[in-house]
T-cell receptor, first 115, second 111 residues
Framework: ELKVEQNPLFLSMQEGKNYTIYCNYS?????LYWYRQDPGKSLESLFV?????AVKQEGRLMASLDTKARLSTLHITAAVHDLSATYFC???????????????FGKGTHLIIQP | ETGVTQSPTHLIKTRGQQVTLRCSSQ?????VSWYQQALGQGPQFIFQ???????GRGNFPPRFSGLQFPNYSSELNVNALELDDSALYLC??????????FGPGTRLTVL
């Protein structure tokens, strides 16, 4: 069974600081996703990482993937209040039926950035 | 280009009832996946439909069923509702490429 673990689950930080969210997964997968979710809203795609060593950056967010360690990180640089949200990592898995590429999500990291 | 839409936005049902949720996929997308997100949790994969056939299922009982239509829109049906079925139900569409695009969700409350 594919398991995805994120830590921390809750993070309160000040504006201007840097921090990293970690995502570990239990079995080999060829895709790692990061999503953002605001309260009461749907999921917004941030990054899709496909290969070992992949690094993607958008604004103050940077995601990386180490498939050998089964680890992805989401790094926040010089945090601003607008980045307050819940961040999920997800991994594509194989389910009964065989053909689906449904995602297995972590529990999410609830991020609060205080002025 | 129209994104993924879902209806209704909110729904309140009582235990034992049945519910149907609807999803219209993004233009050009032939695959629809459904997820259940309980409060404070990550989404859980229910099943996926590709070209009108279920082609994968997560750990959900048979009372969760679905359909996909020729225009690739989809329905999620839940029979014999239980209190624990209260959640945000998300559908996501894709075209067989890498990315899945999520709809706004339907908030189901079971009393």
């Amino acid at each position: 069974e594919l398991k995805v673990e994120q830590n921390p689950l809750f993070l309160s930080m000040q504006e201007g600081k840097n921090y990293t969210i970690y995502c570990n997964y239990s079995t080999t997968s060829d895709r790692l996703y990061w999503y953002r979710q605001d309260p009461g809203k749907s999921l917004e795609s941030l990054f899709v990482l496909l290969s070992n060593g992949a690094v993607k950056q958008e604004g103050r967010l940077m995601a990386s993937l180490d498939t050998k360690a089964r680890l992805s990180t989401l790094h926040i640089t010089a945090a601003v209040h607008d980045l307050s949200a819940t961040y999920f990592c997800a991994v594509s898995g194989v389910y009964s039926g065989g053909g689906a590429d449904g995602l297995t999500f972590g529990k999410g990291t609830h991020l609060i950035i205080q002025p | 280009e129209t994104g993924v839409t879902q209806s209704p936005t909110h729904l309140i049902k009582t235990r034992g009832q049945q519910v149907t949720l609807r999803c219209s996929s993004q233009s050009g997308h032939n695959t629809v996946s459904w997820y259940q997100q309980a409060l404070g949790q990550g989404p859980q994969f229910i099943f996926q439909y590709y070209r009108e056939e279920e082609n994968g299922r997560g750990n959900f009982p048979p009372r969760f069923s679905g359909l996909q239509f020729p225009n690739y829109s989809s329905e999620l049906n839940v029979n014999a509702l239980e209190l624990d079925d209260s959640a945000l139900y998300l559908c996501a569409s894709s075209s067989g490429e890498i990315e899945q695009f999520f709809g706004p969700g339907t908030r189901l409350t079971v009393l």
